[in-house]
């Protein structure tokens, strides 16, 4: 399984890849920076990789999801409620394709600010 890594605000993230092609994709992309934006429970910055939309894309989504939003070429990880929850779990603005999972506890990214660097790594093969 490969892994990478997501720093930012002093925080470090392990994230898990799933074996998707739009995980395959990010992989190959790294290392890369952006600059973090806010949506409630969630963080998502856009990156230099665009990839359509897949057939497992999904709204509804678990905290420490990773997912890729296509409409803003943008890396999300979920950790709470966001403003389409219809209840307390996110729930994304439009479908994104689910490529990861945070190990461990995502809801530190609750200290994230809006403008916060981010750093993107491979830390496994």
Not at 79 to 108: M, Y
């Given at each position: ?63 420490g ?30 479908p ?24 993107i ?5």
């Amino acid at each position: 399984m490969k892994m990478i890594s997501v720093e930012t605000e002093g925080i470090l993230l392990r994230v898990a890849l799933n074996e998707s092609s739009t995980a395959q994709v990010i992989g190959r992309a790294l290392p890369m920076e952006s600059v973090a934006s806010r949506w409630g429970g969630e963080i998502y910055f856009e990156i230099p990789v665009k990839i359509p939309e897949d057939e497992g894309a999904r709204e509804q989504v678990e905290a420490g999801e990773v997912g890729y939003w296509p409409p803003g070429h943008a890396f999300c990880i979920f950790f709470g409620r966001t403003p389409t929850s219809r209840d307390e779990k996110p729930r994304a603005a439009s479908p994104v394709n689910i490529f990861g999972k945070v190990v461990g506890d995502a809801t530190v990214l609750q200290r994230v600010k809006e403008g916060s660097k981010v750093t993107i790594r491979s830390i496994s093969s």
